[in-house]
């Protein structure tokens, strides 16, 4: 049996803060994040490659050839995995919600108003799947240099995240109505 690939993420503490006021509110306070975000997870994630183009992190090797391919890799990890790993109990409705809306209601024009969920979505969902992405990685076949790779790209990705908190983040999230709560509940 081989060895499966080991992926280490420096999480700062004021992201870990952000996950566990994230988890409160939606857990324990019945509240929601308001969809569609802004900025939306791909939003954030052309803007940091954007800025990783700019300014040339040391620790990021051959950025403008790793750099689309890291980029376009989270966001469909991100798309991929919302539904099925990235959702408190209590925010599945709304994705639900958010589904019909956008892929299958009947008012859903394939190739014009389907979206995926990573243009939908925030930051609060981002860093969700990003504390979660080494076990998703450990799933995979890759070999060590590649997952290193990926290590660095996302540890760079967390600290422009934390550098942009204020702008990234929701101050609030929205209480979710008292019809909601009673569907969630039954």
Known sequence: SAKKPDMKLSIPEILKAKLVDDWEAVTKNNQIVPLPREPTVEEILHEFQEWVVKNKP?????PNLMLPTIISGIQCYFDKALGSNLLYRFERLQYSEIRKR????QDVVV???EKEMSCIYGAEH???MLVTLP???AQ???D???VGHIRDYVNELLQYMVRERDRLFLKE???APPAYQNVVRS
């Open 58 to 62: 040391a620790t990021l090797k051959e």
């Open 140 to 142: 995979t076949s890759l």
């Open 173 to 175: 999230y929205d209480n």
């Open 135 to 137: 076990q998703m990685i």
């Open 144 to 146: 060590p240099e590649s």
């Open 111 to 113: 190739g014009v108003t």
């Open 102 to 105: 956008y892929w299958t209601g």
């Open 126 to 128: 981002l860093l969700r």
